[in-house]
């Protein structure tokens, strides 16, 4: 359990930085697949209780790994809780050296995925240069922050953003940014608005069940193309993790709804060595750990599967 606790830990606190995600962190761990299925699984009974199939609501209910999801779950709580203010100010403090630290995190995860592929075809490889590309010139355009949003517009925002708890590659927080949504539903949070949290857990909770479904179908049966398209979101990702932009990528506290910058710049001599440091340090640590961490993958048990 307490090795649970500490993999949500990790995942909250990628969470909480805008172009890292905790998708990215359960698949260096090797719990990515097992976390989906869960997912699956509690998207499943929650279609059973809007249809009001009590029965299906209780066997997929019973099904989800709550002795592995719970744990999960209270290590991404404590994570956003206790991080989210260090790493805000690390990020206004220290930019650079974090955007590199970050950096190789993403770069070592992209090897460990590379090694997940079970074959890697022609289609495979086209399909990650693709949607690489095609992530790396989307990234490049930021919406400005939306005026007092509706509440529909929350319940859209949330059912996006969370799809990224479950997405290698991008973070929620940075979906937020381009949606220009983050500032309004930080200070919805920080208001304590709860209509507007309720409309947006609400979203999340919709668009989680539906795309975990989603994605779960296309891994089972196409899983070496998808995991293809999910390592190009990763190196597409990169381009907000660049520690040398025009414009150095922060979030102000006072103006969280925007990062600066999207034009990639090369370093100058004075500020290249402690991103690079940081960067190869981390690339070095999460292909150590991608390498050496026990995997908790595994097929979902027959009884279950057939209802999923």
């Known amino acids: 359990m307490a090795l649970t606790v500490a993999r949500g830990f990790c995942m909250g606190a990628a969470d909480v930085v805008p172009g890292v995600s905790g998708g990215t962190v359960a698949l260096v761990f090797g719990i990515y697949e097992r976390l989906l299925d869960n997912v699956r699984r509690g998207a499943r009974a929650l279609g059973s209780l809007v249809r009001l199939d009590f029965n299906g609501f209780g066997t997929h209910f019973r099904s989800v790994e709550w002795s592995f999801m719970l744990p999960l779950l209270v290590g991404v709580v404590i ?144 899983h070496d193309l998808v995991l293809g398209a999910l390592i190009g979101l990763m190196i597409g990702s990169v381009r907000v993790l660049w520690p040398w932009p025009n414009g150095v990528g922060i979030i102000s506290e006072e103006a969280g709804e925007s990062i600066s910058g999207t034009a990639l710049h090369m370093p100058t001599a004075e500020n290249w060595l402690w991103p690079t440091v940081l960067a190869a340090t981390a690339f070095i640590v999460v292909v150590a750990v991608g390498r050496l961490a026990p995997s908790d993958e595994h097929p979902l048990p027959k009884t279950v599967e057939a209802n999923v």
């Open 79 to 222: 994570a956003v809780g206790a991080l989210s203010t260090v790493i805000e100010r690390l990020l206004q403090e220290r930019p650079e050296e974090m955007a590199g630290l970050f950096l190789g995190l993403v770069l070592g995860s992209i090897v460990v995925a590379w090694r997940l592929l079970h074959s890697s075809t022609p289609a495979d490889v086209a399909v990650m240069v693709v949607v690489g590309a095609a992530t790396f010139l989307l990234l490049g355009f930021q919406s400005g922050p939306v005026s007092d949003p509706a509440l529909p517009i929350y319940f859209g925002a949330g059912a996006v953003a969370i799809c990224a708890m479950i997405l290698p590659g991008i973070s929620g927080s940075f979906l937020l940014l381009m949606m220009g949504m983050y500032a309004a539903v930080l200070g919805a949070v920080h208001d304590r608005d709860l209509a507007v949290i309720a409309v947006f857990a609400l979203g999340a909770t919709v668009g989680l069940a539906l795309f975990s479904s989603a994605l779960g179908y296309l891994l089972d049966n196409h």
